[in-house]
């Protein structure tokens, strides 16, 4: 079992700067891909990030790539997604997420997590 717990989000003006935290709970934090993901208020839940259980491999969406970095620190069983030059349409919950089963290849989509948090709101204004 895996609880996560996201914190980090707020308003920002656009052009600015968050780092999102998302704290996971279990053992077996350390061999488990982590994800990022959002949702917009009437829009599909979209892939934002991933990263491999060791953090040697990183995965961004095409439309945060080179403004949003994923990273993670295991000792602390924390994954973080730093969000600079941020946009309006960056306006969105951010959810992390962990696949059912650790190892195995990285997951880019959503329905190939099992496990998510509650979510944390980021708002950028223009």
């Known amino acids: 079992q895996v609880q996560l717990v996201e914190s980090g989000g707020g308003l920002v003006q656009a052009g600015g700067s968050l780092r999102l935290s998302c704290a996971a709970s279990?053992?077996?934090?350390?061999?488990?891909?982590m994800g990022w993901f959002r949702q917009a208020p009437g829009k599909e839940r979209e892939f934002v990030a991933a990263i491999s259980w060791t953090g040697a491999n990183e995965y961004t969406a095409d439309s945060v790539k080179g403004r949003f970095t994923i990273s993670r620190d295991n000792a602390k069983n924390t994954v973080y997604l730093q969000m600079n030059s941020l946009k309006p349409e960056d306006t969105a919950a951010y959810y992390c997420?962990?696949?059912?089963?650790?190892?195995?290849?990285?997951?880019?989509?959503?329905?190939?997590?099992?496990?998510w948090g509650q979510g944390t709101q980021v708002t950028v204004s223009s």
């Open positions: 997420a962990a696949p059912k089963l650790p190892y195995g290849s990285v997951p880019l989509t959503g329905a190939e997590y099992g496990y």
């Open positions: 279990g053992r077996t934090f350390g061999i488990r891909h």
